[in-house]
């Protein structure tokens, strides 16, 4: 099944074109890694199918579902994603445990099977002893590492993630990696990751896609 399909994406911002024409296909359990030079328009890429920003022109659908589109735009909470940015944002008013439960709020679970699964997703990234500290307390990598597994609480079946692996050293990184690829292949999630490095396409059997002058160009098949 089609998870994310986006098609002739154009944004600009004033006179500064960032997307012209930006197309992507995903299918249920793919991975794909979106790189380019700074400025080429992935964080724009990402925000857009994530409905955090409007295109100028174009459509997206996740699975098979538009959700942007001429005369239509589904704001973020009701596209079903687990998102990951650049820095963490954590909510500094709540402990970790509830950072990650408050993605499950929606979910219509218990509590107390919310709180299991918050617990679940912060053992697979390996911060679970993190659960009662405040975002304050915790390095650039722990919170990090706590954003990754807030994304995935609700277990979505798209991930969009900016830098995920950012403020982690790099046999922390690898540890992370391979405990997400595992998540990704069991439960045929969907990624779209944002990158500069090949070493994190890499450690996710992602598949390349070069963002160059608006435009998205796919690399060999990296599975």
């Known amino acids: 099944m089609e998870a994310i399909s986006a098609a002739n994406l154009k944004k600009a911002f004033g006179s500064e074109v960032i997307l012209d024409g930006a197309s992507l296909e995903l299918s249920r359990g793919d991975r794909a890694a979106v790189y380019g030079p700074t400025g080429a328009g992935k964080t724009t890429l990402l925000l857009i199918i994530a409905g955090l920003v409007r295109p100028d022109e174009g459509e997206v659908s996740l699975f098979c579902k538009e959700v942007t589109g001429d005369g239509v735009f589904a704001p973020p909470e009701e596209r079903g994603l687990g998102v990951v940015f650049q820095k963490a944002l954590l909510w500094p008013h709540m402990k970790v445990l509830a950072n990650v439960e408050y993605a499950l709020l929606s979910a219509g679970l218990s509590r107390g099977r919310r709180r299991e699964r918050a617990r679940e997703a912060l053992e697979l990234f390996g911060v679970a002893e993190l659960s009662d500290r405040r975002p304050r307390t915790l390095s650039g990598g722990q919170a990090q590492r706590v954003a990754l597994a807030r994304s995935i609480a609700a277990r979505p079946g798209i991930l969009l993630w900016d830098e995920p692996f950012s ?25 779209l990751l944002i990158s500069h490095r090949r070493s994190d396409f890499e450690a996710l059997r992602a598949r ?3 963002l160059s002058n608006g435009r998205l160009q796919a690399e060999g098949d990296a599975r």
Do not use: F, N, Q
């Open 167 to 191: 403020g982690l050293d790099d046999e922390t990184r690898d540890s992370v990696a391979a405990r997400a690829l595992e998540y990704l292949r069991r439960s045929e999630t969907t990624l």
């Open 208 to 210: 390349p896609w070069r």
